[in-house]
């Protein structure tokens, strides 16, 4: 996936290096970052976190073995160097020595980081009493799959501690992703005697939290999550991530007003404040497969080849481009851009009336009756719709009716599948184009009930090899836009807005990351 990366300049690239080597004086929380969370994080256990607020709590709370750059590339952290064997099946990591837990408050711990907390770890992501949702990214490790359906103990893992500074990860396939991987908040150290000790509560309370990374935990209240360092100017030495209550005030005044350092804006606003652009929204009409007309493909064919007659579509053109895909730009499968190799999905459908003629060969003028185009209130998109249902009025000769409901309504009946024709958001929330396809199935969207569509996508999830992978998740996208399942029309803009001064911050709206390692604050 894509990291989107505020750079520094080398004055304080200097800084960060400062500071790594441990040359800094206690970290007042002078600096300080807010950022607003839907809701104030929860659990700090990193082998569970999963909700975006948790997941980015962990990021800057805990150290890997690695941590990614602007460029999603490993850098060491926690270890100082690793090796790969040439097959690719075998890599070992060197900790850096002397490294420690902090307790809460900053405060020092006897326990030390070590390689047996690393494979502790990965005995608690493939135990089945975890659930952790990291273990499908790591499920080339050399028994995890025995030991996740409880087939074996965890010393058929293949993770080991050759001795106390040396962590070693045998896999049973190459996975040239891997090392990446490592970077992910289940891949962080848990040392096994203090969580022992918690009796349950690991990651739940300040208690019962240790922090391995640069950050630790300062406050935890219902008010928000505090974490500081200790770190010489201008680095930022406080991270707050609370909720906003209380406030309507837009994206760009929250940062203006110093509400907050950074926000989300799904707005076309004007704005002077530097922006980094993103799409994790793709908005398609999608077609309810279980209705008795638009089971028929070649309807579905017809009305997709018709409405790609409709040309230009009025929107707002700062807020909503042309998609090129149901898969946004920006998302990667391992290493590869998954847009740039699956190229354009669309597919070349013969004339809509010649589909629509074949079509009525099955459908009847009673299947037909009562078809409408679900559209949600406030999207701004309505205009779109009504463009495309008067093409198909006047080829096809369709009279379909445009119901616009409130967005809550909307994503109710969406999830009940009270639909035969929808304009809906398709979100990318993971950064996975795996799991955006995953969205459509006998139970998703469209409910599209195909074994061969199931096998793809199976196949792909068990495949560890980067470009294979991409190409059979391609498959399934071709698929779906060949059945007319779903027709992609805009790529919702989005982004980021950054306070004036902030430099070296490190930003995946997919991960989520939002991480603090490298930022300053002029």
Known sequence: MKRLFLRLAAAMLAAAVLFASGGCARGSGVNSFTWFVEEIPANLDPQIAANPEDVIACKNLCGGLVRLDADG???????????????????????????????????????????????????????????????????????????????????????????????????????????????????????????????????????TTLSSGSFYLYNWTSGGLFLRREAEPPLVDSLRLVQNTGSAQSANDLVLNERCTAALDDTDGATALRSVSYSD??????????????????????????AGQAGPLAVN?????????????????????????????????????????????????????????????????????????????????????????????????????????????????????????????????????????????????ASNASALRCELLAQCERQLLAECVAMPLFAQQKRLLVADGVEGLVFDPYGPVLDLTWTTKG
């Not at 150290?189 to 969580?195: A, K, L, V």
């Not at 209705?291 to 080849?305: G, I, M, P, W």
């Not at 459908?349 to 406030?378: F, I, K, N, Q, W």
């Open 317 to 461: 053109g700062a807020l909503y481009r042309p998609a090129g895909g149901l898969a946004p730009d920006g998302l990667t499968v391992g290493s590869i851009d998954y847009r740039a190799a699956a190229g354009d999905p669309a597919p070349d459908l013969p004339g809509a009336y010649a589909l629509y003629r074949a079509a009525r060969e099955t459908v009847t003028s009673a299947d037909l009756m009562g078809v409408t185009v679900l559209v949600p209130a406030g999207a701004g998109l309505t205009g779109a719709v009504q463009t495309i249902n008067s093409v198909w009025q006047r080829e096809l000769s369709l009279f379909f009716s445009v119901e616009e409901v409130p967005a809550e309504e909307f994503e109710q009946r969406m999830d009940a599948g009270d639909y035969t024709i929808a304009l809906a958001p398709v979100v990318c929330t993971d950064g996975s184009v795996y799991s955006l396809l995953r969205s459509f199935g006998p139970d998703g969207l469209g409910g599209y009930d195909d074994a061969g569509y199931e096998t793809l996508l199976a196949q792909s999830a």
């Open 73 to 207: 590339a490993p850098q060491n952290d926690l270890c100082e160097s690793w090796s790969a064997s040439p097959d690719g099946l075998t890599y070992t990591f060197k900790l850096k020595p002397g490294l420690t837990y902090k307790a809460a408050r900053g405060e020092t711990t006897p326990y030390a980081i070590t390689a047996e907390d690393f494979v502790f770890a990965f005995e608690r992501v493939f135990s089945p009493q975890t659930r952790s949702p990291y273990a499908v990214e790591f499920s080339a490790i050399e028994g995890a799959a025995e030991v996740l359906a409880g087939l074996a103990g965890p010393d058929a893992l293949g993770v080991k501690a050759t001795d106390s500074l040396t962590v070693v990860f045998t896999l049973s396939e190459p996975d040239d992703s891997f090392v990446a991987k490592l970077a992910l908040p289940g891949a962080m150290p848990c040392d096994e005697e203090f969580f022992l000790s918690t009796g349950g509560s690991y990651g739940l309370t300040a208690e």
């Open 281 to 306: 929204t793709t908005w398609c009409l999608v077609f309810n497969t279980r209705n008795a007309a638009l089971s028929s493909a070649l309807l579905r064919q017809s009305l997709v080849s018709a």
